[in-house]
Structures are given as structure tokens and as C-alpha cells.
């Protein structure tokens, strides 16, 4: 049997499990400033809420599920995306009857089955909010300025933001015709999967990387030429909204996402340093969804930011993040006699919140000095019968080499300052 992670997922541990928790806390703390609470949804979910909402004619659902049959023969699938469920969650317990908006944001794993390549794997991490029940304009431009936010605050700078309107479901069905029309006099230019794509959604056409179908694309009639009265107003007021606090984006009329529940407002981040995967997030209103699966029609809007990308643009921008926890302080035993001691002043350390290690292999002196160094200890503290006996003990800072003489009873306040004013110069 090969040991490998299967193709397109990976182990994430020491740098990259830092980073992520870097993200993660950010995201914390940020998204609390915008009203969001915290929702786990299950990894799996019955597969037709997938297929219903994503749509059947996407490639989502067309090519790139995980769906299995359980013990008891129901089809469920790996969570491909994260509105969905939390659409569901929604209804299953019945949060219309909260204030509304609820917002919601999530963190976790999601599963499609794509060809690997940088910034594309098969099992990758999103993190996404979703804003439920409100029609106003100020939500759309409120969830857009805090995905640039986020990734400002993070450190990015080369961001561009797309924003398009994808209509309702009064005008986007005439939009909708003329495209299928238009195709259809191209029919003989489109490949195999958009001539099939021009009669199940000719809006999946958008999602083609081919050239030719590129090509033909530019052509077409646009959406935002076709949007009601209602759609113009509302696109207008979330431009004029993000404008007002300095939010810059592009309008791209060609901007679909690649899935059907979307409705008006539509808007994706890239970045230029990611090649072909240059998406870093996503999101838009989906305003039908929910009445779609039998609730009350209430309108919504959310995002999605791709984790790995993130990561590997703050790489390719050369910005520099706290990865690895720090280890504060190795505890360097000389001679075994001392290991009791030694071991008492650890635990005392780590009960007062410092982070402290220690060597487990009975190594010599100068091979636990090594090891603190490795371990990026801040300072290491020599224990021995000699500190024990005079009551103090030598605590070397493992940056500038300095070494100072403290008092026994006054490490752990000397430790704490020292360490304090350190992370706080960060
Ligand atoms: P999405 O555009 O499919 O939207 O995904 C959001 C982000 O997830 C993408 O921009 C990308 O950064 C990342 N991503 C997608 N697929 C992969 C992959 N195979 N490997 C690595 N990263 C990937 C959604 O999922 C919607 N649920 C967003 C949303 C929330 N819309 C409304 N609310």
C-alpha cells in the first residue's frame, strides 16, 4: 500500500497550520465587527440539496461531486460549498423567526473533484459569510467592502474586484432567451459541452475555459443591458454605496458564477499573482434559494475566500505572517539531579501562560542549547545544582546572546514582562 495523501488533498501542520490559524482569528475577530456568529454545518449532506441548489447543468454537479452511497443506500455527498447548508440549517431550525439579517460565518473543508494544479486542489478550505434576510442594497455593499477588508487587513494589496448583476428571476430570463439565441446561430463554433450547455442553461457557457467559446462570448449580448427597473436601482445604489467608502471594483458584465442560485448582485476578488487560479474568493445575492427549498422568500447575499489561495498570495506579495506558535522559553536541565526541579518550575510556568519547553532525551547541555535554538526558543533558563543552591538562576536571551541572573521567585513576573513587551514590539 502507497502512504500518500490521496491526489489533491494535503497535510497541513507547523508554517501552514500557523497560517491558517492566523486567518482564521482575523476572521474572527473581523467578521464579529460586522455582526457575524459562527456556523458548523456537517461535511456531508444529502446530495439533492446540492444538486437543487448548485444546479444540474453546472459542472459542480455535473463532473465534480464526491457522492457515495451510506450503509443504508441514501445518496449523500461531500460538501462541495458551504451556502447551501447553511441555507439549510437556516430552515431546519427555523431562523426567519430571529431578527433578521442572521449572519453567519464558516470555516471548514470543502470537496471537488478537479484536475490538481497550484491553487486548485480536491480537498480545500473556504472561509465564507452569508447574510440572510434582508433586500437592502446596504447588505450587498456591506458584505462586498468586508471581503476587501478581510483581505486588506490580512496585508494584500494587488486585488482586483469584479462586480456584475445577474438580474432576478423577472428579467434574467430574457436575458437568458437572446443568449440562447444568439448561441444558436454560433451553435456550430461552441464545443461539445456548451452546445449541450446552450439548451440546459446557456449562462453555464460563461463557465468554458475554450478559446473558441471565449471568443464567441465577447460577442454576446449582456446581461446589464437586459436588467428591470427594480435590478438597475438596486446595482446602482451598491456601486454608489461602495463608492461612498472607498471601495474599488471594475464592473465586468461577463462575470457569472459558476452557479444557478445566483440572482442580482454578483462580485469575485482576484489576484494578479495566481496564474490561472487567480480567484480568491466569491459570492453574490441569491435571492430565490430559499424559497426554493419550501421557506418563506427571503432574500440573501454571502462570500467564499478560497483559504489555500489566500495563503499563496500573501506568499507571492511577499508579506510575511506570524506562523508558528513561538516557543517563549526552553528549560535547560544541567545535570539529572535538577530534572525534578526543573520539571516543577515548568509546569509553573506553563499553568501562568508561558510557553515553556523542555528536552526529554537527557541530552547534554550543549545539545539542549542547540534544540532551544531549533525550537526558536525567546529566552532559555539554566537549571542546575548551582542556580537551586544560590537561588538563581541564568536566563539567556537567545537573540542578542545576553545573559542576566534572576531571582528564583521573581522568574515567572520577569518572564512575563520581558516577554510581554517582545510580542508587543511585533
Ligand atoms: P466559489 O467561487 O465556488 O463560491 O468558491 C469560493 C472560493 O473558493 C474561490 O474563489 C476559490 O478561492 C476557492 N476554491 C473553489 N474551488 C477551489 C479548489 N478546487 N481548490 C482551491 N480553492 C478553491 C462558492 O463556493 C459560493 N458558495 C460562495 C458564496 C457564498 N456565494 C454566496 N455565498
Redesign the pocket.
Known sequence: MELRAPR?TSDIFSRQAGLRRHLEETAVELFGWYGYHPITTPIFERTELFTRSIGESTD?VQK?MYTFRDKSGRSLTLR?????P?VRAFLEHKLVSQPLPIKLYYSGP?F?Y?R?QA????E???L???AIGSMNPAIDAETVSLMMHYLETLGLRDLELLLNSMGCSRCCPSFVKVLRAYLEEHQANLCTDCKRRVQLNPLRIFDCKKERCRGLLKEAPLITDYLCVDCKAHFAEVQSLLMSVGVEFKLEPSLV???D??TKTAF??RSPHLGA?N????????DGLIEEFGGPPTP???????????ILALHREGIDLPGDSTLDVFLAVVGKESKPEGFKLLDKLRKLGIATDMDYGDRSLKAQMKLADRMGALYTLFVGSEELEKGMCKIRDMKSGEQVEVAFEKIPRWLKKQIGSRKGKK
Open positions: 489533491g459542480i465534480e462541495p460549498e458551504g451556502t447551501a447553511v470543502m471537488r478537479e490538481p491553487g486548485r486542489s480536491r480545500f478550505w473556504q465564507g459569510v452569508e458564477r459558476g452557479f442560485y445566483y469575485e476578488v487560479q480567484a480568491l474568493g466569491g459570492g453574490g445575492r441569491y440573501a447575499i454571502g462570500f467564499a475566500l478560497g483559504v489555500e489561495r489566500v
